[in-house]
């Protein structure tokens, strides 16, 4: 499918010119309904921003500014300009939770004077929506080519009142791999984004960015009173970022909403990227996948040679015939190439993206999944051996594009947070260096005509509009660590995904298992999941490719739940959070792209829960068949984890369900139109 963009009203009106004799002490613009206002000002050498919404203040004066190498801590004077405009357009996603993006936006971009050289005049262009604002500086009169490099960032985000905050520590051993915990705000050390916060006044904030390219990711250091400050992962020797002019950062990102669902249903990141840069993607086509990755984290099979190596010609055979019998589009196949035996995450550099073990036909195997219409996902773990694998990666990506390959999963598993570089530098895993990697890939793997699903990543900040084969990534606790037991997810890490991580983009979560308790008697040990969590799960987490991950022998053992995965859609006309509490409950519908009917999804934490959901998103004066997937009698997440029954009835837009979740539970409906 094209990606294009439908106008509906382009105005980027100039609504003040700029005019540099007549600078302002201080200057402020309102976002489209007037809900949003954002004033900047200068006062005793800094420059500050707040922001108000309906007419109460949201985020304190906040510093604005950044530091360069060889130059003493600007002090700024005055703001020298300003220029202000307006945009109301409508853009269509070639996939994605919604079809039709509408962006809908006020613009003032203020030109702050200094006293150093390289911060004399600086523009920060601020834009303001309806439910959030984003701000980037702009170093446009630097000029080209000149090196610089970025040693301080002083965007401070200032939350007025009392917040909770749902976070964990950044830049742990394991990247963004672990649980959130709710605090208060002020006990935030250093939090990686997106973060969230909930006011003591209801309020819902959310701190990211956008547009991450060529620039070291954004942490939010706290300061033990409430005020974060942006915090840049370094290189080696302490530059935060080096540059050549002129330059523009990312985009640094305040969601304001009134709830936990208001934030979920925002498109500000997508917006503030730029438009699709790849055009024609109609090759990526958003789908179901199922793979030899469960049976190896449960240890029935092995990613390196052997008796028991998972990768070989029967077994994915086996998988693909499956995928085909039951209409999966994909068979993802870990620990197909050589390098795997031994310990690969100590030494990644062994790694082959061209070579087989020879129990793989790689050509064979391509061609016998197109001809079934399950093609072969490819797969390239690297074990955070990056020089190695851009050695090899225009070649990888060729061979893939030879047999047929058009997606491929890639992996980055180093127990360390940091990578080497070629100097054998220690770079952090989202560092400018890592971010630079990450969309080298993505553009050589587009080259190709291949699909980019990255774990172990940067995260998203929206990029996935300007480069859309960059279809999901992880970037999270996932499905993996209910086979490990180190322990495995809790219950109410579902309700906060969509809240937080999901805020920053699609996530390959791999739901879907069915065998519950896999062999373990301690509850930590296995999924602490209802079987019905597991089918809401492909809606509340979205992802345009969905992995139905467990076993084959244990979908054909629970048809009745394996319809729902079968008929649940990957790819949407439009998302909606119906109702929501962060790590407690959330309830969300999708409708399928140019389809009629609807999928419902809801997960509650460890805790019962019995809401009442009204039908109205379904179209009026329609019927439709609800085929209800809920916790069956007796159902809990303790001791009977796979109680589950199905019914069907007919609603329409005036009725409501009554969703009546078990503890670890949830509920998955299909609104079949009539």
């Keep these: 499918m094209n990606f294009r963009s439908l106008t509906l009203l382009s105005s980027l009106v100039a609504l003040g010119a700029a005019n540099p004799a007549l600078a302002a002490d201080r200057e402020c613009a309102q976002s489209p309904g007037k809900l949003i206002e954002l004033c900047v000002f200068v006062k005793d050498g800094q420059a500050f921003y707040e922001v108000s919404r309906k007419g109460a203040p949201v985020l304190a004066p906040g510093a604005l500014g950044l530091g360069f190498k060889g130059e003493a801590p600007v002090r700024y004077s005055a703001i020298k300009a300003v220029k202000r405009a307006a945009s109301d357009t409508s853009w269509e996603q070639p996939w994605g939770e919604q079809r039709l993006v509408r962006d809908n936006h006020t613009e003032m971009t203020v030109t702050l004077g200094g006293d150093t050289a390289l911060n004399a005049a600086v523009d920060v262009n601020f834009r303001l929506f309806d439910d959030g604002i984003g701000f980037r500086y702009d170093y446009n009169g630097l000029p080209a080519g000149q090196a610089v490099e970025v040693v301080g960032e002083r965007t401070q985000f200032r939350p007025v009142g009392n917040q909770v905050a749902w976070w964990y520590q950044a830049q742990g051993e394991e990247r963004d791999e672990y649980l959130y915990t709710k605090t208060d705000a002020r006990r935030i050390t250093t939090a990686e984004t997106p973060l969230t916060l909930k006011g003591d006044n209801g309020l819902h904030l959310s701190i990211h960015e956008a547009a991450l390219v060529d620039f070291p990711s954004m942490l939010l250091s706290g300061d033990g009173a409430g005020t974060l400050t942006a915090k840049l992962m370094p290189w080696p020797d302490g530059v935060l970022a080096r540059k050549t002019g002129p330059f523009t950062t990312p985009w640094r990102t305040v969601l304001i909403g009134d709830s936990a669902a208001a934030l979920a249903d925002s498109r500000i990141t997508l917006n503030l990227n730029e438009p699709n840069k790849l055009g024609d993607v109609s090759w990526f086509k958003p789908g179901k996948y199922v793979g030899i990755w469960w049976e190896m984290h449960l240890n029935k099979s092995t990613w390196g040679s052997g008796p028991i190596h998972g990768a070989n010609n029967a077994n994915v055979k086996r998988y693909m015939d499956f995928a085909a019998k039951y209409g999966f ?64 990666l225009d070649d990888a990506m060729a061979l893939y594009q030879k047999v047929g390959v058009d997606r491929v999963k890639t992996g980055y598993v180093k127990h360390s ?160 959070t119906l109702q929501a509490e962060i790590g407690d409950y959330v309830v969300m519908a999708r409708q399928p792209r140019g389809g009629k009917d609807w999928f419902l999804g809801g997960v509650t934490d460890e805790n019962a829960r019995k809401l009442t959901q009204k039908l109205d998103f379904l179209t009026p004066g329609k019927r439709y068949e609800a085929q209800i997937y809920a916790d069956g009698t007796g159902a809990d997440y ?34 079949k139109a009539m």
């Design 329 to 392: 589009t994909g068979v993802l196949v870990e620990g197909w190439n050589k390098g795997w035996d031994g310990d690969w995450i100590a030494n990644g550099d062994q790694f082959s993206f061209t070579q087989a073990y020879p129990d793989f036909d790689l050509p064979a195997l391509a061609a016998y999944g197109k001809a079934k219409g399950a093609g072969l996902i490819g797969h390239h773990e690297t074990a955070g051996a990056v020089v190695n694998y851009e050695r090899q």
């Design 417 to 576: 947070g940091t990578i080497l570089d070629e100097a054998g530098g220690q770079q952090w895993f989202a560092g400018q260096y890592m971010v630079r990697h990450h969309l080298k890939v993505v553009e050589t793997a587009a080259r190709h005509k291949i699909a980019v699903n990255a774990h172990e990543p940067v995260k998203d900040t929206g990029l996935r509009r300007t480069y859309p084969n960059w279809v999901s990534r992880e970037g999270a606790r996932g499905q993996e660590f209910n086979a490990w037991g180190k322990p495995t997810n809790p219950p109410e890490h579902v309700t906060i995904l969509p809240f937080t991580r999901m805020l920053a983009g699609p996530m390959d979560y791999t739901p879907g298992i069915f065998d519950l308790v896999h062999g373990k008697d301690k509850l930590e040990a296995r999924v602490q999941s209802m079987l019905a969590t597991q089918l809401a799960l492909y809606v509340v987490l979205y992802s345009p490719v969905q992995m139905a991950a467990d076993l084959p022998e244990n979908y054909e053992a629970r048809p009745d739940a394996f319809q729902f995965i079968r008929d649940v859609a990957t790819d949407w006309e439009t998302s909606r």
């Design 638 to 671: 303790k001791t009977n984890p796979t109680a589950l029954k199905v019914e069907k009835r007919v609603v329409t837009s005036k009725d409501s369900l009554d969703l009546d979740m078990a503890p670890g539970g949830g509920v998955a409906v299909r609104f």
